[in-house]
Every structure is written in structure tokens, then in C-alpha cells.
């Protein structure tokens, strides 16, 4: 799940506030809008995130033109503005936002045809048992490469945890320590 880094006046410390499919940003943070409807949007600034055919996430930030925002120093002259993994959102008179397309890995059920890494209607195989995975079967989708694994300990399916590193993209498998590969403490 995609979400944004930022620091609260006076604070030293980075915050991720994961994003709903409608987030405002406001000068402290974000905000999760649950319900709108006519002009209600067109004086905030706001992402819409879903994700794409591929399962990876894709957000889009709006802004009023007298607004202010920029993204990596570049004003958003438009009024919208496709984001990548580590944009630095600039508003005027508050801290820098940077967002990150990077969620944490989880087990969850395999959703089926049609998931990252499968044509639709066609079976996803595990990459490292090499067999199908089911529709409901507890699995783990990489945040870094969308590739799905088994991951059942219960079963001897642990496909996703069974070596310290995804066997596709190098992301740590480590489900009991999961931490993001960045943060905006790096730069």
C-alpha cells in the first residue's frame, strides 16, 4: 500500500501514514476522505490511489493551480501530477511530503486470476515451488517485484520465507522484522 513520509513541525523523527484511495494532505499530515461528491475536491490537494493491471500502485496528485504544490521542485501546472516511488511533494508553508509507492510485506489470501504476475484467467505459479496458487491460499505478493508466493508454514508452503531474500528481486522475506527498503532518513 502506497503512503507518504513526513515530519510534524519541530519533530526529528519521519512518520508514514499509509494512503486510503482518496488522501487529502493537509500541513500536518494526511486524511483519509471517506465520501465526497460535486466541487468538494476542486480547493484541495489530494492523491487517488489504486492499483494498476500489474497489481503495483499508482497514484495521481491533484492540487488547485494557486496552489502551490510542487513535485521534485517542479510546479504542477496542470492540476494533476502522476507520482513515483520517492516524489518530494513541496507546499508552501509546510514540510516536505515524499511519497512512496513501497508497501510492507504481508500473507494475505492469493486473490485469484488476474493477480500481478498472471494473465487473466490463467493459473500464477510460485516461483520457487514452481506450483499453482490457488484462489484463498495464504500467500505473499513482493512488494519489490508484485511476484506471488505460497507462504503456509502449516502446510510446508513456505515458499516466501523459505530463503532470506525473494528468489526475483532481492527483497528481504523476513515476515516477523518487515521495514521498508526506504525512508527518507537516506538522503
Known amino acids: 500500500m502506497s503512503g507518504t513520509w513526513h515530519k510534524a513541525e519541530h519533530e526529528h523523527e519521519w512518520h508514514r501514514a499509509e494512503l486510503a484511495p482518496v488522501t487529502e494532505l493537509l500541513p500536518d499530515g494526511v486524511q483519509a476522505i471517506e465520501r465526497f461528491g460535486?466541487?468538494?475536491l476542486?480547493?484541495?490537494v489530494f492523491l487517488y490511489c489504486r492499483d494498476d493491471a500489474d497489481g503495483r500502485p499508482a497514484c495521481l496528485l491533484f492540487a488547485p493551480l494557486d496552489a502551490g504544490i510542487?513535485?521534485?521542485?517542479e510546479p504542477v501546472t496542470t492540476g494533476v501530477r502522476v507520482l513515483?516511488?520517492?516524489?518530494?511533494i513541496?507546499?508552501?508553508?509546510?514540510?516536505d511530503v515524499y511519497f512512496s509507492s513501497e508497501s510492507l510485506?504481508?500473507?494475505e489470501p492469493f486473490p485469484g486470476p488476474g493477480a500481478a504476475n498472471s494473465a487473466e484467467g490463467e493459473a500464477t505459479y510460485c516461483p520457487r515451488c514452481r506450483r499453482a496458487i490457488d484462489p484463498g491460499y495464504p500467500a505473499v505478493s513482493c512488494p519489490g517485484c508484485s511476484t506471488w508466493f505460497h507462504q503456509n508454514p502449516e502446510e510446508a508452503r513456505d515458499c516466501w520465507s523459505f530463503?532470506?531474500?525473494c528468489g526475483v528481486c532481492q527483497q528481504d522475506t523476513d515476515l516477523a522484522n518487515a521495514r521498508y527498503r526506504w525512508?527518507?532518513?537516506?538522503?
Open 38 to 40: 460535486g466541487t468538494e
Open 42 to 44: 476542486a480547493s484541495k
Open 70 to 73: 510542487t513535485v521534485n521542485g
Open 84 to 88: 513515483s516511488d520517492r516524489d518530494v
Open 90 to 95: 513541496g507546499r508552501p508553508g509546510s514540510a
Open 105 to 107: 510485506v504481508r500473507v
Open 163 to 165: 530463503s532470506p531474500t
Open 183 to 187: 525512508t527518507p532518513e537516506s538522503i
